[in-house]
């Protein structure tokens, strides 16, 4: 592995199905982010995590929940999907939070809630 | 939340230069970026200014002044590879990254 990768590519998912998106870096950063990305909005912030087990909300958590057992992983899980859940979802990683530390993104998963 | 303004789209000629422009307002600030991302791929990072002032990187510069909460992408000699989404960042006094919608650049021959 170098960087970070995403799991599934793409997905379409019943409505109401549980579904969870894997993301893994290899580069041992501290903090990890999971975005989704919809035409004419940007990327937004759902949950983030700074360190290894802890984890914060971001701009648009509800419907997610995500978890950070050890520094590498940061799976993103929606309980009950629902058709505006529709995105690409990129996870991104990055070695501190501060100076000039930029966030590497994963190739992303691209999700239809249908 | 966060407000980060750019324009939607620009179309320039290749070996032209083109600037794209950002305002913002955010709580605190930490810094400001710039990432390109080209269609169905995952942004990647161009720059980054703290201070205001100018940084410059090959072809591209960004450009920065907190007192105007303002920052601007300069593309240089336009290649028809730079025809891509410009995304522009600002993060805020918790450390999170807030994003424009991002600007879509088409360079034509």
């Known amino acids: 592995i170098a960087g970070i990768t995403q799991a599934p590519t793409s997905q379409i998912l019943a409505a109401g199905r549980r579904m969870t998106l894997r993301c893994t870096q290899d580069?041992?950063?501290?903090?990890m982010y999971w975005y989704r990305q919809d035409l004419g909005l940007g990327l937004r912030l759902i949950h983030y995590s700074n360190t290894a087990g802890t984890t914060g909300k971001g701009e648009v958590p509800d419907g997610y929940s995500v978890s950070r057992a050890n520094t590498d992983d940061f799976p993103l899980t929606l309980a009950s999907a629902v058709p505006s859940q529709t995105s690409v979802y990129f996870c991104?990683?990055?070695?501190?939070?501060?100076?000039?530390?930029?966030?590497?993104f994963g190739p992303g998963t691209r999700l239809t809630v249908l | 939340g966060q407000n980060i303004d750019q324009p939607t789209e620009m179309t320039a000629t290749e070996g032209a230069i083109v600037q794209i422009n950002c305002t913002y307002q955010?709580?605190?600030?930490?810094?400001l970026f710039w990432y390109q991302q080209h269609a169905g791929e995952a942004p990647t990072f161009l720059s980054y200014?703290?201070?205001?002032g100018l940084e410059e990187k090959g072809r591209f510069s960004s450009f920065l002044s907190r007192s105007k909460v303002y920052s601007y992408l300069l593309l240089k000699e336009l290649q028809m590879k730079d025809s891509a989404s410009y995304l522009c960042a600002v993060r805020d006094g918790d450390y999170k990254l807030s994003f424009g919608a991002g600007t879509t650049v088409t360079v034509r021959a």
């Open positions: 955010t709580s605190g600030f930490n810094g």
């Open positions: 580069m041992r950063h501290n903090a």
């Open positions: 200014n703290v201070l205001d």
């Open positions: 991104a990683s990055s070695d501190g939070q501060g100076g000039g530390n930029e966030q590497f």
